[in-house]
């Protein structure tokens, strides 16, 4: 079956407290992407990676890291600096190829920080 | 910036047509519209993509205005299932593969 999947489903985390997020895909995708989605909102880019060991900044970097050192791991630690790392968190990936990109997403994961 | 305009909710009558329509007046030429919908607290899942083209797939059909700067989805038969935030996005060219998603339409479908 192939697919993204995200764990854990739910995570808390005292403040102050370096976490790390799963994220596994099957589907030989070259491209990742990690996304931040607060109530009522839309997702905002984080980070992504278009190739092993190469990533770049998304628009809300800041507080956040990531590594690529399998095509098919991309997980996402958020660090002690992000100033509101309560959100649901959402993994992607996609083929890299010129026109249609289609992303498929992961189910997400529901961070509280206390 | 996400290079898209949607109202912000719509409701629909269950059977019924529902057309979620997005203004996106600066997209150039060899950017991509795609639509996604979101369903409470999961991923988001592709419904489908066009570039000039109108486009129809299993789940809804996709209509380009001819000048590009506008699309409407067509979400045919309406079910209480697809009742969701409905996004449209332009592909941004030339800086991989980002994809950015604004707000979104909430559409509810009623019963």
């Known amino acids: 079956d192939g697919g993204i999947t995200q764990s854990p489903k739910y995570l808390f985390r005292k403040e102050g407290q370096n976490v790390t997020l799963s994220c596994e895909q099957n589907?030989?995708?070259?491209?990742m992407y990690w996304y931040r989605q607060d109530p009522g909102q839309g997702l905002r880019l984080i980070y992504y990676s278009q190739i092993v060991n190469d990533f770049q900044k998304g628009d809300i970097a800041e507080g956040y890291s990531v590594s690529r050192e399998k095509k098919e791991s991309f997980p996402l630690t958020v660090t002690s600096a992000q100033k509101n790392p309560t959100a649901f968190y959402l993994c992607?990936?996609?083929?890299?190829?010129?026109?249609?990109?289609?992303?498929?997403f992961g189910p997400g994961t529901r961070l509280t920080v206390l | 910036d996400a290079k898209t305009t949607q109202p912000p909710s719509m409701d629909c009558a269950e059977g019924r047509a529902a057309n979620l329509p997005c203004n996106h007046s600066t997209i150039s030429g060899n950017e991509y519209v795609y639509w996604y919908r979101q369903i409470h607290s999961q991923g988001p899942q592709y419904i489908i993509h066009?570039?000039?083209n109108n486009e129809t797939n299993e789940m809804a059909s996709l209509i380009i205005t001819e000048d590009r700067k506008s699309s409407t989805l067509i979400l045919p038969h309406a079910t209480l299932r697809d009742t969701a935030v409905y996004y449209c996005i332009v592909r941004v060219a030339y800086t991989g593969n980002q994809f950015y998603f604004g707000t979104g339409t909430s559409l509810t479908v009623i019963p």
């Open positions: 992607a990936s996609s083929i890299v190829l010129a026109g249609h990109n289609e992303q498929f």
């Open positions: 066009g570039l000039k």
């Open positions: 589907l030989n995708h070259d491209a």
